[in-house]
């Protein structure tokens, strides 16, 4: 078995799925390389900052309703709960729920605590969250620094056992450990696996969603409803007792291969639940394939083409308006793998030359033991597109923008959205996970580029008033030149 629930903690990317964060080539080299293992990370002898495992572990598991998370880690560690919060606030005005703060906490590590240890701290902490939060379950999320200084997390939980009545799981997400930061979703992942969830009582026709904040919930509800399947929404905005029973589900579904691959394969591997491994389902042929999984996971293959064939003779005409309006425009892409990969694909479906895809990370393989189903599909189509991995490196990317200068700039991070508009190229942030989702998304979205690529205003001002960090002298340089040569 590819993932191990006996071992206290995620293997980490690099090591369990040959992830990497450094390369440039073509869409269909890197696929070539991944398949036959030829593949290698180009490090870089220079970068700028990027997020961390921890920070990532922390988002997603601080989104269980009841749940609480403590932080062993100094203040700062935390700092991302600011847009957890924020975040949470979104999915919350999405179900209509009143607002309440995530309940997350920090141990405040000090430089003392580096010397002397701080498990009295975390103790005092994991019972503080416990009389504060009244959670159903406690997780705590490690650091740098707890790592560093090996501070023995298990046996202070497994002290506080007799104690605190709920599931008290330690999540193994030190920021250093890894490069990609999707390795915190797996020690989310781990920790609920091994902490919470129940092995199944009986089989239902619940349908296991991974999703980030579940826009589409009402969509997806109705959807799956017609082919008598009940979904339920994982990870954040459910509850512990949910969780507890995601292995009675008849599938799991994700609306990302980064984030769902994990928890989707344990839950196949331990409990014969099946995860269905295709497209994402965003434009066309990723609602296509994702749909046909479902289908065959759950013997629901005839409801699902009937579905598939109403719904595309439907969006048939607008798509090809659409298509005929952007055709010519220019794109470059730059997100997580998954999305990346698959939004390049809803790009060229609406008639978009995809100029250049960049990703934050990528998966040689997934846990199911191919290559990226969107990647393969990239590689295996008529265009064979410029490619980059970096961990959200500004600098690389800024000169790919100078140089290619496209009508838009797609991503789903402000972190870059907001320099390509400081450049003056027309931005497109999907800050939600189900834009372009499915056969009304692909629509909607192209809409929404068509917005963006016919009125520029705000970049072309913003571009006009602002001064770059990056000088003229440096955007004409290579911009990977701090990639080291590929080795043998
Ligand atoms: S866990 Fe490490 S990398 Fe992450 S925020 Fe803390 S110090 Fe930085």
Not at 124 to 129: H, T
């Amino acid at each position: 078995m590819a993932i191990n629930v006996h071992s206290p903690e995620a293997v980490i990317r690099e090591s369990r799925l040959g992830a990497i964060t450094g390369y440039k080539g073509t869409i269909r080299e890197l696929a070539a390389q991944a398949s036959c293992g030829a593949l290698k990370n180009r490090e870089r002898c220079f970068t700028q900052t990027s997020a961390c495992s921890s920070g990532c572990a922390q988002f997603y598991l601080s989104g269980i309703v009841d749940a609480a998370v403590v932080n062993h880690a100094p203040v700062g560690c935390a700092a991302d709960a600011v847009y957890n919060n924020t975040a949470n606030k979104w999915g919350e005005k999405i179900r209509g729920w009143k607002h309440r703060n995530i309940n997350l906490i920090s141990t405040n590590m000090t430089e003392e605590d580096t010397v002397f240890g701080a498990a009295d701290k975390l103790r005092d902490a994991v019972r503080e969250a416990y009389r504060r939060f009244a959670p159903k379950a406690i997780f705590v999320t490690t650091s740098c620094v707890s790592g560093i200084i090996g501070e023995d997390i298990k046996s202070v939980l497994d002290d506080l056992r007799a104690e605190i009545p709920v599931p008290l799981a330690p999540v193994f997400c030190e920021g250093f450990k890894s490069k990609v930061w999707a390795s915190g979703f797996d020690a989310a992942f781990h920790a609920i696996l091994t902490t919470v969830v129940k092995p199944p009582a009986k089989r239902t026709n619940k349908v296991n969603m991974i999703n980030f904040r579940g826009s589409a919930r009402e969509t997806i509800i109705s959807l799956l409803n017609r082919l008598d399947l009940e979904p339920v929404f994982i990870v954040p905005f459910s509850t512990v007792a949910e969780l507890s029973k995601i292995a009675e589900a008849c599938a799991t579904i994700s609306i990302c291969g980064t984030l769902g691959g994990y928890l989707g394969n344990a839950l196949e591997e331990q409990y014969g639940v099946p995860y269905v491994k295709t497209l994402q389902p965003h434009g066309v042929a990723g609602m296509d394939s994702w749909l046909r999984g479902l289908g065959a996971a759950t013997g629901r293959e005839a409801a699902v083409e009937e579905y598939i064939k109403t719904e595309k003779a439907r969006l048939a005409p607008e798509l090809a308006e659409i298509r005929a309006k952007l055709k010519g425009y220019k794109a470059v892409v730059g997100m997580g793998p998954s999305f990346g990969h698959n939004y390049m694909r809803v790009l060229q479906e609406l008639g978009i030359e995809v100029v250049w895809g960049a990703t934050w990370h990528f998966d040689q393989h997934y846990d199911h033991g191919v290559c990226p189903e969107s990647t393969q599909q990239l590689a295996d189509s008529t265009v064979n597109i410029p490619v980059s991995v970096c961990d959200q490196q500004n600098f690389e990317l800024l000169n790919v923008l100078h140089g290619l200068k496209p009508d838009l700039y797609i991503s789903r991070h402000g972190g870059t959205a907001v320099w390509a508009t400081k450049m003056g190229i027309a931005s497109v942030m999907v800050a939600d996970e189900f834009t372009a989702f499915g056969y009304q998304g692909i629509l909607d979205f192209g809409y929404l580029l068509l917005d963006a690529v016919t009125n520029r205003s705000l970049a072309k001002n913003l571009a006009s008033r602002l001064k770059l960090p990056y000088t003229g002298w440096w955007l004409r340089q290579n911009g990977f030149r701090f990639l080291a040569e590929e080795v043998e």
